[in-house]
């Protein structure tokens, strides 16, 4: 396995599979051409590669801040998960900002999902406090049923958490959580929920909204996620 910078178009054509094989394809991909010219002009394509296949990417372009990388997309092909090259692609992006002097990346994503909010905070120690009600509007593919609320994750890389986090393997003891921190609780599997109940996963939806949108209002941020409870952990500054 080896991750590296896409190059060429033909690699730019196999990373619009790859979203299509990941997301759906009703879902929007983004396009090579859009993808090569941005990475041309400051931003990150970077895949995980098995010999010439594409089992894995990231994505990210600069902001209007020279310190701070917009994280797009981050995808695996469903046969090659379990193998934790998400977490690589993050730790290679990292290094990648670092040595251009970006301290700063921030993403959405889906506050119901487990998975992400695993890697997200817990794995690579980013923080939340900010909550985006329907970011996208409606959407489709994978993310097809539920309005698309969305969490901005602010990925501090230079910050000791970001370090700590960055440097853990499994086997070594778990950088400690924050002490005193409030839960919040989302379901283990909202794909499984949706399947099954859509009313109740549309209630969690809501009232998770609810809940950390009056928290961020008061301080509270989101500063590690207990993977056994599926819970955010918040406290403030």
């Not at 090259?85 to 889906?110: H, M, N, P, S």
């Not at 890389?157 to 400690?176: C, H, I």
């Not at 996963?201 to 599926?230: C, H, K, P, W």
Request: some cysteine; aromatic content about 8%; proline content about 5%.
């Amino acid at each position: 396995m080896i991750i590296r910078d896409l190059s060429g178009m033909e690699e730019f054509f196999k990373a619009e599979q790859l979203q299509r094989d990941v997301w759906g394809v009703d879902d929007t991909e983004d396009p090579a051409d859009l993808m090569m010219v941005i990475q041309n002009e400051g931003g990150l394509v970077a895949g995980a590669f098995e010999g010439e296949r594409l089992v894995g990417y990231v994505f990210g372009f600069p902001t209007r801040e020279t310190t701070v990388q917009h994280s797009h997309r981050l995808a695996v092909h469903p046969d090659a998960r379990g193998r934790s090259l998400a977490l690589r692609l993050k730790r290679y992006q990292r290094e990648w900002c670092l040595a251009r002097g970006i301290t700063l990346v921030r993403w959405t994503f889906d506050p119901l999902r487990h998975t992400n909010a695993n890697l997200n905070i817990a794995r690579l120690g980013a923080e939340v406090s900010t909550y985006h009600p329907d970011y996208y509007g409606v959407m489709k593919g994978i993310n097809a049923g539920l309005p698309s609320d969305r969490l901005r994750a602010d990925w501090h890389l230079a910050s000791d958490r970001a370090k700590a986090r960055a440097a853990w393997e499994p086997g070594q003891p778990k950088p400690s959580a924050p002490k005193d921190a409030l839960p919040v609780t989302i379901p283990p599997d909202l794909d499984r929920l949706l399947g099954e109940d859509y009313q109740s996963a549309l209630a969690a939806r809501l009232n998770l909204r609810e809940r950390l949108m009056q928290m961020f209002s008061e301080g509270y941020i989101i500063r590690d996620y207990d993977v056994a409870a599926t819970s955010y952990l918040l406290s403030k500054a």
